[in-house]
């Protein structure tokens, strides 16, 4: 990490976010580490979304837009933006989060003194569509602890990962269609052999969403979990620990 100041790469994937869209990326704008770029691809909206980023691309020129030809889903949409990616550091955004402004700059200052580090997150705060408050997030700040269960929306939200590609193969960040619901697990399975995880004990982001959403979907979606596991086993080098299954029978005995 020799560059103070490298580039950071933000994706930000759009379908239909209009009712959001605009306090998201002001909340982008206003970081206080300013090499950013992001990475907007509006995945067929039929509302305003594309009517928007064209507006706030004149604002800022940190932004750039582009749009699907047709409905590709978010998967396919995040690989796309990936590979117009430049930045050292690579995160994604959620269109109906925000975050504070001190959000990256935190996180590249961690990095720069871990850099035995692979990817580190943040603490949320889970809010309603309305703003509301609904609960704060209490994810583990240690590697051992991250990894032990490493699923999104239980040890990292991933909305708030920055990832160090510098520390990564060349084409492992690419999401996979067949993971869902586990996108971004499958994606945190795949880059734990490279470094370590980390989250910062600091309340950096606002997701707009209920924390319940995500063992609820460990619950619904257990045949799928069992397949990203073997998966993990398989071709991700994922040492097995019991703890892999603690939120699984959390859902079970709630």
């Not at 837009?65 to 690579?90: D, H, P």
């Not at 690419?174 to 734990?192: E, G, H, Q, T, V």
């Amino acid at each position: 990490m020799k560059n103070p100041k490298p580039l950071v790469s933000i994706l930000l994937p759009v379908h239909n976010a209009e009712k959001y869209l605009t306090n998201c990326l002001n909340s982008l704008f206003c970081q206080s580490y300013k090499n950013i770029e992001i990475i907007a691809i509006d995945d067929k909206s039929s509302d305003k979304s594309a009517k928007i980023l064209r507006s706030l691309k004149k604002q800022d020129k940190r932004l750039h837009v582009y749009q699907n030809v047709k409905r590709y889903g978010i998967s396919l949409t995040l690989n796309r933006a990936t590979k117009r990616a430049k930045g050292q550091f690579l995160t994604v955004m959620g269109t109906e989060d925000t975050c504070v402004p001190t959000k990256i700059k935190k996180q590249i200052k961690f990095l720069h003194a871990h850099p035995d580090v692979v990817a580190v997150g943040t603490q949320c705060q889970f809010i309603t569509e309305a703003g509301k408050k609904l609960a704060k997030s209490d994810f583990p700040s240690q590697n051992h602890n991250i990894y032990a269960s490493p699923l999104h929306g239980i040890s990292m939200q991933f909305e708030t990962v920055l990832i160090n590609r510098m520390l990564l193969p060349k084409d492992v960040i690419k999401f996979k269609s067949n993971s869902f619901p586990f996108i971004y697990s499958d994606l945190m399975m795949k880059i734990l052999p490279y470094g370590k995880f980390a989250n910062i004990n600091e309340f950096l982001h606002l997701h707009r969403n209920h924390p319940g959403v995500y063992f609820s979907d460990l619950k619904h979606n257990i045949s799928s979990l069992i397949k990203l596991w073997i998966k993990s086993l398989t071709f991700y080098d994922y040492n097995l620990n019991r703890s892999f299954f603690s939120p699984l029978i959390k859902t079970k005995t709630s």
